[in-house]
T-cell receptor, first 111, second 115 residues
Framework: DAKTTQPTSMDCAEGRAANLPCNHS???????VYWYRQIHSQGPQYIIH???NNETNEMASLIITEDRKSSTLILPHATLRDTAVYYC????????????FGKGTSLLVTP | GAGVSQTPSNKVTEKGKYVELRCDPI?????LYWYRQSLGQGPEFLIY????????DSGLPNDRFFAVRPEGSVSTLKIQRTERGDSAVYLC?????????????FGPGTRLTVL
């Protein structure tokens, strides 16, 4: 799987949009961008994934650049409960592939 | 509905002892994964089952680690002759096992402490 690079930590004020960047310059054509998050003392939780087009669900939006070498996860109105470690993972979508988590970005949402 | 469950939630053992960690996946999920997470690190892959068979065990650190899934549902991770370096949170995940979204659902983990 392609390697990803994320900032170690970020802060965001409650109610504001949190924009979490991820670089994946060696991504292959059949690899998707997945985002998971891990709240303290819990297992990781799936957020969203995409291939080329921007994606949105009830949790977040995913913006992928046209060259697919980077992406941004957007939490439109961050709450204190969004404080977590966010992992950007690049991998083939077919079943059977393990997730390569890396160290992720520790997001702190402040009051 | 019930999510992935793991037992025990915490396990303290002494160096050299044998431990078993259990994972109950979501009903109907054919794929099951084990990961290990050390303090301050992201989860690291250990082994993946598709049905009853281990499809990929490349993440197991050595032959002290072994996992089974005899009926294609519950899985047990077994660690022999535990060492202090085995202390970590052991996470289990399951997925439907089909192509496409293939979201992995994680359990809360078992925190293993080897004294």
């Amino acid at each position: 799987d392609a390697k990803t690079t994320q900032p170690t930590s970020m802060d965001c004020a409650e109610g504001r949009a949190a924009n979490l960047p991820c670089n994946h310059s060696t991504i292959s054509g059949n690899e998707y961008v997945y985002w998971y998050r891990q709240i303290h003392s819990q297992g990781p939780q799936y957020i969203i994934h995409g291939l080329k087009n921007n994606e949105t669900n009830e949790m977040a939006s995913l913006i992928i650049t046209e060259d697919r070498k980077s992406s941004t996860l957007i939490l439109p109105h961050a709450t204190l409960r969004d404080t977590a470690v966010y992992y950007c993972i690049v991998r083939v979508a077919d079943s059977g592939y393990a997730l390569n988590f890396g160290k992720g970005t520790s997001l702190l949402v402040t009051p | 509905g019930a999510g992935v469950s793991q037992t025990p939630s915490n396990k303290v053992t002494e160096k050299g002892k044998y431990v078993e960690l259990r994972c109950d996946p979501i009903s109907g999920h054919t794929a099951l994964y084990w990961y290990r997470q050390s303090l301050g690190q992201g989860p690291e892959f250990l082994i993946y089952f598709q049905g009853t068979g281990a499809a990929d065990d490349s993440g197991l650190p050595n032959d002290r680690f072994f996992a089974v899934r005899p009926e294609g549902s519950v899985s047990t991770l077994k660690i022999q002759r535990t060492e202090r370096g085995d202390s970590a949170v052991y996470l289990c995940a399951s997925s439907l096992g089909t192509s496409g979204r293939n979201e992995q659902f994680f359990g809360p983990g078992t925190r293993l402490t080897v004294l």
